[in-house]
């Protein structure tokens, strides 16, 4: 378009110079007295008048005899040339033209010269169009396959990344996509994908293990109640029923202890919306302590106004877990600390018992782990106190770890901390 807008003004220069050489010839002949009443055209000006001061066509071209003027307009002031377009002038209808203007003066009052020629169209010249229409086609064209090739190539990487996506399943997880000699964007997609294909198949990997556990513990109870009831049936004279169904109410507790903390842990794995309310840590430890008896001594050590925002059933049943844990491994006393600390609140539950090896220290939280010592003390327990506890913490936004110390276990709880004294 600019090609086409430079190129039009420069042929309609082009035209108004070559109809005012032919004004000025015009204007030499009657300088000269030479002017006849029909004058001759010149190159592309087929048009010329001339008109006397009283508006009277003393002379013009042959095609232009006895017709009034093209126009009407005369050069502004002193000004000797002016130019202009004229639509529908006499004897042109539905036509324009491009008119110049030329002022001859003269003592007894100025003639004024009109030349006119067909308007320069807005393509300029058919031939001209043709040419850079033809070039900007070829240009286009051009372009178009190079970008095609350019993105073609950027994006077979891509196309590597997604044919290789698409022949990974569930099963061969294992398999990565390929990586790129190039460090460039697509070798951080394949960083990406890879790495989200990772953290996929450690998800994979935890969820079959925990299906396998699961199967395994909820296997256990229900074997031993089959076993019982089919030899109770095959001598029912010699069973002591009472006793049997004693044996099978405990198997009961402990499966649907496995029950309920699965469901917690789905619920969990879910991202469920609990509901949010201001928890005071020390009311809830002393509420919790003071509900049932507990068969270690339990020891408070509480800072009042350590406030935090959570699930009260949630957090309570986070507390038990740990309570239960530290009863379980303790040999004499359980203490339970609430402090801020960092900008935090801080809840610790310590025993005096054997203590967790550091080795061991992050192995029992996850879900159905249980040391020997732990099996020992207490056969019912489901391994899935801890791991629950540490999911209600990230739940909470917040972290429970064990630390070190020098008697027993010592697990710390931390917590957003909303306000406090």
């Not at 169904?245 to 499966?255: F, G, I, Q």
């Not at 220290?361 to 391994?383: A, C, H, I, M």
Request: charge should be negative.
């Amino acid at each position: 378009m600019l090609v086409f807008m430079g190129m039009y003004r420069l042929a309609e220069s082009h035209q108004r110079q070559d109809i005012m050489a032919s004004l000025m010839h015009v204007s030499r002949m009657i300088h000269q007295g030479s002017l006849r009443p029909i004058v001759a055209p010149e190159d592309d000006v087929r048009h010329i008048q001339v008109v006397d001061p009283s508006g009277h066509v003393i002379a013009s071209t042959a095609d232009l005899a006895g017709r009034p003027p093209i126009a009407r307009f005369v050069p502004p002031g002193d000004a000797a040339v002016a130019g202009n377009e004229i639509c529908s002038a006499p004897g042109f209808p539905h036509t324009c033209l491009d008119v110049v203007a030329l002022r001859f003066y003269r003592p007894q009052g100025d003639y004024i010269i009109y030349g006119a020629g067909p308007p320069v169209p807005w393509y300029v010249n058919p031939a001209f169009f043709l040419v850079v229409a033809g070039v900007c086609l070829l240009l286009t064209g051009a372009s178009a396959i190079g970008t095609y090739r350019i993105v073609r190539r950027a994006l077979a990487p891509v196309e590597e990344v997604c044919a290789g996506l698409s022949e990974i399943t569930v099963t061969d997880l294992g398999r990565r996509v390929p990586a790129p000699e190039k460090h460039d964007e697509i070798g951080a997609l394949t960083e990406t994908v890879n790495s989200t294909l990772d953290r996929l198949q450690q998800a994979v990997e935890q969820q079959r293990r925990f299906a396998s556990d699961a199967g395994h513990d909820l296997r256990s109870p229900i074997t031993a109640m089959r076993t019982q009831v089919e030899e109770a049936l095959l001598h029912p004279e010699d069973t002591d029923w009472l006793k049997m169904a004693e044996a099978l109410v405990s198997s009961l507790d402990r499966l649907q202890a496995i029950v309920t903390d699965l469901l917690v842990l789905a619920k969990l794995d879910a991202g469920e919306q609990a509901s949010r309310s201001y928890i005071n840590l020390a009311e809830l430890v002393r509420t919790e302590v003071g509900r049932r008896p507990r068969r270690k001594r339990v020891v408070l050590r509480l800072r009042p106004g350590v406030v935090v925002s959570g699930d009260r059933l949630q957090l309570l049943r986070l507390l038990t877990n740990l309570l239960d844990n530290a009863e379980r491994h303790a040999t004499s006393t359980v203490t339970i600390i609430v402090d801020r600390d960092d900008g935090c609140a801080e809840m610790q539950v310590i025993d005096d018992g054997e203590g967790i090896p550091p080795d061991q220290r992050e192995v029992v939280f996850q879900r159905f782990t249980r040391l020997p010592s732990g099996r020992e003390k207490d056969k019912q327990g489901t391994g899935l106190g801890l791991a629950i506890a540490r999911d209600i913490a990230q739940h909470h936004e917040g972290t429970l770890v064990i630390e070190d110390c020098q008697l027993g276990a010592r697990f710390v709880l931390r917590l957003p901390l909303l306000s406090g004294p």
